[in-house]
């Protein structure tokens, strides 16, 4: 629920809380990087529009963080908070798919998953990339590559590989490669007894770092902990537009590996706007407009049951905001969709506008998957 002081309006709580004094921040080039907590400015600080911010929060309710220019700008309802981010979770699977590329665990986003599990003779030609893209047929029909499905039992087959990449838990790697966020919660991933420790249970602060991460391209302070040219190569719509839908009932889960909450085919949205385990501002097939019509062309978004647990990165405007509440359904290309109306807000609480410039590579919806 959303919850503020009793005693004072939304926007008190938001220039109160948010003009406390923060740690010294690392700037690299500009940049503005949190230590251990992030440094707090006021909206007016940075020239955004707190009305806007406030309008935002009263319609999405919950509680969430903005992060604009590296620091916290704004905050509504208790971000103090744990939470299970569902299928927001799922880009951090694929940081974890990048990291192992980068120490040569696998040779590439195209190797081959055959190498851990003895697949079926359809399923034999499946990459790391099939299962970052929804594309691996797995428990479907169809063979790697050839349809797309919003599938749960592959990610749990994602999850259950990542971990044998490394040779611990997902908890683990990401706390032995990524310790440099300099995560405030202990703890990132959930109980290794539930979706096979594959979910992240933490605070909207926490995964915004997760978010400022993937905006700065592998970037943290002084260290560029990843590769800038595999965020080139991942950082658009992975799934063609003319890619088909899987069809028919689903087949056998023959590796048992379960589900990782939901079904293996769960909506038509994805070709045109889906890569690596992120939504972006694409265009779906027989759309005339972005995903989102009034987002910059280059925004991506992790997005958890529907819009219920949603992360929102917006190079363009040096900003990300994550937030639990009802960011409600998209219907891609529907400027009247309440994400869409959302998402509006925050570009006009940033000053910013829809026709904001941004690489030609944040504007391709050109496909990534080679299969």
């Not at 903005?66 to 299928?87: C, M, N, P, R, T």
């Not at 040779?107 to 055959?114: K, N, R, S, T």
């Not at 965020?231 to 023959?254: C, H, I, M, N």
């Not at 998209?330 to 006009?348: C, F, I, R, T, Y």
Request: charged share 20%; glycine share 10%.
């Amino acid at each position: 629920m959303y919850r503020r002081l009793a005693w004072l309006p939304t926007v008190c709580v938001s220039a109160i809380c948010l003009s406390m004094a923060g740690p010294l921040q690392a700037q690299v080039a500009g940049q503005v990087f949190p230590d251990q907590t992030w440094e707090r400015k006021t909206p007016r600080e940075l020239g955004m529009d707190v009305a806007k911010l406030d309008e935002l929060a009263r319609q999405v309710g919950g509680y969430g963080c903005v992060i604009k220019d590296g620091y916290l700008v704004y905050a509504w309802g208790d971000i103090s908070q744990e939470h299970d981010w569902f299928s927001a979770s799922k880009p951090v699977l694929s940081t974890l798919l990048l990291l192992a590329v980068a120490e040569g665990k696998i040779a590439g986003l195209d190797a081959p998953v055959a190498d851990y599990w003895r697949l079926s003779r359809k399923d034999r030609s499946m990459t790391f990339r099939h299962l970052a893209n929804m594309t691996s047929g797995y428990c479907r029909r169809e063979k790697p590559g050839q349809a797309y499905a919003y599938n749960d039992y592959a990610i749990s087959l994602y999850v259950l590989t990542l971990r044998k990449v490394f040779g611990q838990t997902l908890e683990e790697a990401l706390q032995q490669r990524l310790g440099a966020l300099q995560f405030e919660d202990r703890q990132i991933f959930s109980d290794l007894d539930s979706n096979n420790g594959g979910r992240i249970e933490t605070t909207v602060c926490d995964y915004a770092r997760i978010g400022w991460f993937w905006l700065n391209k592998g970037r943290w302070k002084d260290r560029q902990l990843l590769p800038r040219e595999l965020f080139d190569e991942v950082l658009k719509p992975g799934v063609p537009a003319d890619l088909p839908r899987s069809q028919g009932k689903p087949t056998r889960d023959y590796l048992e590996v379960g589900s990782y909450g939901g079904r293996t085919d769960q909506t038509k949205h994805g070709p045109g706007i889906y890569g690596f385990n992120w939504w972006f501002n694409g265009y779906a097939p027989s759309k005339t407009q972005r995903c989102w019509p009034d987002a910059p062309p280059d925004t991506f978004q992790a997005n958890g049951r529907w819009g219920a647990e949603v992360v929102t990165v917006f190079p363009s405007l040096n900003m990300v905001v994550a937030g639990m509440g009802e960011w409600g359904r998209a219907d891609p290309g529907d400027p009247d969709s309440p994400m869409n109306q959302h998402l509006k807000l925050l570009v006009e609480a940033a000053g910013g506008t829809s026709a904001i410039s941004c690489p030609a590579s944040a504007l391709t919806s050109q496909p990534a998957d080679p299969h």
